[in-house]
């Protein structure tokens, strides 16, 4: 494999050649080389010999190199004699203009058969942002602008290692996932096709999948089945349909489905013709849409019937197709009339500058949701980083109860490109039904968010026990925290099937834990996969120490572009800022503390809604708890306690009796107001906003739907 970049420098030929032949600096200069030292003695020229190292990971990849071409100031090349397969060159260049055009090359080859090409290919685009990484350094010491590097900033310095040995590691996982098999030469030519044609975007996976899969089930939902040939046609001919309606590349459309094939076919189609698109929240209210999409500015939007009035403002003096209907006359076009209508050849690929992006919003849970723009990634190795940790293989069939338009369950969704996964869904989630669909679909992985989780243990154990779900192998969660008792209680019931992702729409995934992990330590969030960088700040910006609470940062390859409404997550090294506090114990797991922004100061003690939220859910009676701080004029900051009870529960001064005598008295609740159920939104975050309004409305003098504390459990004991 052989990559190449280049870099042009505003210095002489002469003055970059003094610090590529500077061996000494090396592991500095050089992206991911923890070692480059002389094994002859002999520092110069054609002939010494270098023993290299680089990091990746915990592992250590090692080659003895020769240097093979020295001709001062404009070319130096090495290879390896013994170690990992590579060749590298320098070539320094004058240009017109009397700046230097500097290229760096490197080719190598990793070992392993099938296995070391496939490891080739994956490693390809990581190795050349190792190289971009170099020159962007050369650059800055022969400028003289610094490079910014110490020995305090592990961000840059981790992120920037040499992938060739993740790359093999990316193949054995995807071998044991079984998505490197021996295909006839004419699907695995039809396979690369599809690659390089479109990409790493959806309509690449269900091109290959339609080239290895033709006849076999793409995706199953309340309308019956599609195989991946049909939908390969279908969605040719959306495509061509959409651009015949005017929607070009570059143009960006918003999308408003439920769980069904409507979602995955639009998806495919409006990556065949090159759009960005904006998922918009089934959940969301008629003005916050209207909100969204003044901001974002969609050409057109997609949305199933059932959400015109909500659609009303949001839609107008813009073009609108319909994906899911029950009405059999509709005021706008539909899908399936752009299918039979449309042009069933493929069609032309879109330019690379305006390859399909998405545009995930935020939760929302603290204000008005941003949207969050992600390019596809570059390499399919975060891919390796999951299939790693959750166990997932090609061919399987998927039951995707999380939401489509939600990060979770869209990442659920790219992942069944890559695997060439059979998508089972169902527009609204119902415990049981959830359950039903897994029994008959003998379903392996069902992704969901813990809320879902919880609704499915309450219901009676003789309806859970009627459906066999012992086909499942994968449970995986995200998208809120996952109590430690409820993942017990869970995997009790199913199997040791559970796996807990931790992350956020900006920064992807920070940690995942498996079931030994949450059986290990429950409430835990797991440990970092490979490839992701996990650090532990305090306000200034320094790691703090293991145990020590702090504020998480994160880095790898998936992490966000930035809000499309303008800014940014803050940035340290490298790594951007979750937004949440935690800290690492001794075995390097993740716990989640709460929000950066939900930290209350009581009375100069600093305090963590969520720890408190944990010990009062897990007493008897108490079915959820949310816990948010609120203004006092003694403490300056106090905690106000939200309960849902179930068969009596605990009483506001048992809940406060626990509190201080597991934790301490500062973290003791001002108040306990007791809810029929806690505002949520469509994937089970608890809006605080909504209770801290509730709050503010109650100082004001206004009146809540509920009664608060004694009052209504004495009203609630008297029914």
């Not at 290299?52 to 390896?80: F, N």
């Amino acid at each position: 494999m052989r990559v190449e970049e280049q870099i042009v420098v505003s210095a002489s030929m002469e003055d970059v050649w003094k610090v590529i032949e500077d061996f000494d600096e090396y592991e500095r200069l050089l992206a991911g080389i923890t070692r480059w030292e002389s094994e002859d003695r002999r520092r110069r020229g054609q002939g010494a010999r270098y023993q290299i190292r680089m990091e990746v990971g915990s592992a250590q990849v090692g080659s003895l190199v020769e240097i093979v071409e020295w001709d001062p100031p404009c070319d130096l090349a090495w290879t390896s004699i013994t170690g990992l397969d590579q060749r590298g060159r320098w070539r320094v260049r004058e240009q017109d203009d009397g700046r230097t055009r500097v290229s760096l090359r490197l080719r190598y080859q990793a070992p392993g058969g099938l296995l070391g090409l496939v490891s080739d290919r994956v490693a390809s685009p990581m190795i050349r942002g190792n190289l971009r990484e170099t020159l962007k350094r050369i650059k800055q010491a022969v400028e003289g602008e610094g490079n910014g590097m110490s020995e305090n900033t592990p961000g840059l310095a981790q992120r920037a290692v040499t992938y060739a040995g993740r790359g093999i590691h990316a193949a054995r996982t995807f071998y044991s996932a079984g998505m490197i098999t021996v295909d006839r030469p004419d699907r695995f030519l039809g396979l690369i096709q599809a690659l390089r044609k479109w990409g790493n975007t959806p309509a690449a996976g269900y091109a290959a999948a339609a080239v290895r899969y033709p006849d076999e089930d793409a995706i199953i939902d309340e309308l019956g089945r599609l195989t991946f040939a049909e939908v390969e046609d279908r969605t040719n001919r959306m495509a061509n349909a959409f651009a015949d309606a005017g929607i070009s590349e570059g143009d960006q459309v918003g999308l408003m489905c439920r769980n069904h094939r409507g979602f995955i076919e639009s998806t495919v189609a409006l990556s065949k013709v090159g759009c960005t698109v904006l998922y918009l929240n089934t959940a969301f209210a008629g003005p916050q849409l209207a909100e969204v999409v003044k901001r974002e500015k969609p050409k057109a939007i997609i949305y199933d019937e059932e959400f015109t009035e909500l659609l009303e403002d949001a839609g107008k003096r813009r073009k609108r197709f319909i994906a899911w209907h029950d009405s059999d006359k509709t005021d706008d076009p539909t899908l399936d009339e752009l299918i039979e209508q449309g042009d069933p050849s493929e069609p032309v690929p879109p330019s690379e500058e305006n390859e399909y992006r998405a545009v995930i919003l935020t939760s929302g849970t603290t204000g008005t949701p941003k949207g969050a723009s992600r390019s596809q990634p570059t390499s399919i190795l975060p891919a390796a980083a999951m299939l790693d940790r959750i166990p997932l293989k090609a061919r399987e069939r998927s039951l995707i109860a999380a939401p489509l338009f939600h990060s979770w369950g869209f990442t659920h969704f790219t992942f069944s490109l890559l695997l060439s996964t059979t998508i089972v869904l169902q527009r609204k989630f119902d415990p049981e039904q959830t359950l039903a669909g897994i029994a008959q679909y003998r379903v392996q992985s069902c992704p969901m968010v813990p809320v879902m989780v919880q609704r499915i243990m309450q219901l009676p154990e003789e309806t859970r026990r009627k459906y066999d779900t012992s086909s499942l192998t994968s449970v995986a969660l995200s998208g809120s925290a996952l109590p430690g008792e409820l993942a017990i209680k869970f995997m009790d019931a199913f199997g040791d099937v559970l796996q807990n992702l931790y992350g956020s729409t900006e920064v992807a995934w920070a940690a995942i834990a498996t079931a030994q992990d949450l059986r290990a330590a429950p409430g835990t969030a797991g440990k970092p996969p490979i490839g992701t960088i996990l650090r532990i700040y305090d306000d200034k910006g320094r790691e703090v120490p293991q145990g020590e609470t702090g504020r998480i940062f994160v880095g790898n390859e998936m992490m966000f572009e930035g809000y499309t409404g303008g800014g940014s997550k803050e940035v340290i090294d490298g790594l951007m800022s979750s937004g949440d506090m935690g800290y690492l114990d001794e075995e390097g797991r993740l716990f989640v503390t709460g929000r950066d922004d939900e930290m209350i100061v009581s009375g100069g003690e600093n305090v963590f809604p969520h720890e408190v939220e944990d010990l009062i859910a897990k007493m008897p009676g108490v079915k959820e708890a949310a816990v948010i701080g609120v203004d006092d004029e003694q403490f300056g900051q106090r905690l106000k306690a939200y309960v849902v009870t179930e068969n009596g529960g605990p009483s506001e001064d048992d809940i406060k009796s626990k509190v201080k005598s597991d934790l301490a008295r500062y973290k003791v609740p001002r108040e306990v107001e007791f809810l029929d159920e806690l505002p949520r939104n469509a994937t089970g975050k608890v809006l605080k906003k909504e209770l801290k309004k509730r709050h503010e409305g109650e100082e004001d003098g206004g009146e809540g739907d509920e009664k608060s504390s004694e009052d209504r459990k004495a009203e609630k004991a008297g029914k």
